[in-house]
């Protein structure tokens, strides 16, 4: 069984409310852009303080001032990132947004509180997130509390036109395309 | 003098100034109605629909040497003349493009190929394949959950703004 829908179906799914496995999927992408972010500012600036002073500055996790440099820092890519454009790196990638419950845009001041309560959703094991799975919109916990929603955005027409243009392509080219060639070996 | 010839010379003296005089009423005449028809009037007032319907306009047109009239046009000047503006406007583009099976068009001319090369081949591709797996899992996790949980309603797909504006056409 094909978890994927028909292509035509996924024309239909611009503005329809994102599932778990995209929004999981995005913030896993977010939460290594933001790291690797930070952590090569933080070498920079190792680096940088070594040039002017000479001393040697090592960070360490267990650090508090890291730890909460890194947490101040996390609260800013998301908060900027939702204000700006709804999206983050992650969410541009997966084609999802943040919008307001209505479906509106969200405003910056929502969006920098999805940002702060956004941590709330992790507490208890992130029983906050069981919303995204069984909430009739889809919307975890922090989005409640911040009146927000994720939708897809990503414009699957464009998607479908591209397929079909790769067909016209291989049909007008000669050329079998691979799942033609898997149906029809002789061919 | 032959009776005959005078006569006609009688005749002569008699019918040319009557000749004059009816030439210069007539002129007058057709003055007089000229100035009081009002002409745009009358040509409101023909059916130009049935005069045109009466004219065998293919007959006319072969008899017409179209490459000769058209060696004689200068048609840069004559479009230098146009206002396209007004024209375009009176275009409804929209409704022009709506008729426009885009698939069937894609599907049938090179634009497929033009717009498979110019929006980012294998990223585009990969991105695509990507977004489209993770709506495929998001369907496929959603249908087992409403399946396990199994809602009094069927859940909105959509905000409610969303959902308004893809209603509308």
């Known amino acids: ?187 | 003098m032959n009776p005959r010839d005078r006569l006609r010379a009688v005749s002569r003296r008699v019918t040319d100034p009557a000749e004059v005089l009816a030439q210069e009423a007539t002129e007058r005449v057709v003055d007089l109605v000229v100035n009081a028809l009002d002409v745009n009037e009358l040509a409101a007032r023909i059916d130009l629909n049935a005069l045109l319907g009466r004219v065998d306009v293919d007959a006319i047109v072969k008899r017409v040497d179209l490459d000769a009239l058209l060696d004689r046009v200068d048609l840069n000047a004559l479009l230098a003349r146009v206002d396209l503006k007004p024209l375009l406007d009176r275009v409804d583009v929209n409704d022009l493009v709506q008729q426009i099976d885009m698939d069937a068009l894609i599907e049938k001319t090179d634009l497929g190929a033009v717009i498979a090369s110019s929006s980012g081949g294998m990223a585009a591709e990969a991105l695509d394949a990507v977004r489209s797996g993770a709506v495929g899992l998001d369907q496929f996790v959603d249908r087992w959950v409403q399946r396990l949980i199994r809602p009094k309603q069927p859940w909105p797909a959509a905000p409610p703004a969303l959902l308004a504006a893809r209603a509308e056409p």
């Not at chain 1, 890194?70 to 992650?90: E, I, N």
């Open chain 1, 1 to 187: 069984m094909s978890p994927r829908p028909p292509r035509d179906a996924l024309v239909g799914y611009q503005g329809h409310y994102a599932g778990s496995v995209s929004r999981f999927a995005a913030y896993s992408i977010d939460l290594v852009v933001s790291t690797a972010v930070f952590v090569l500012v933080l070498a920079a600036i190792s680096w940088g303080v070594r040039v002017v002073t000479g001393h040697d500055v090592h960070w360490n996790r267990s650090n508090v001032v890291v730890a909460v440099i890194f947490v101040l820092w996390q609260f800013l890519y998301f908060g900027y990132c939702w204000a700006v454009s709804g999206r983050t790196p992650g969410m541009a990638l997966l084609g999802i947004r943040v919008v307001r419950a209505d479906g509106t845009v969200l405003p910056p001041k929502q969006a920098v509180l999805r940002s702060l309560v956004f941590p709330l959703s992790f507490l208890l094991f992130g029983l906050g997130f069981i919303g995204i799975l069984v909430q009739h919109e889809h919307r975890a916990l922090h989005d409640l509390i911040a009146g927000s929603a994720v939708v897809y955005s990503w414009d699957a027409r464009a998607a479908q036109l591209r397929f079909l243009a790769r067909q016209s392509g291989l049909a007008e080219g000669g050329v079998s395309s691979p799942a033609v060639a898997k149906a029809d070996p002789a061919g």
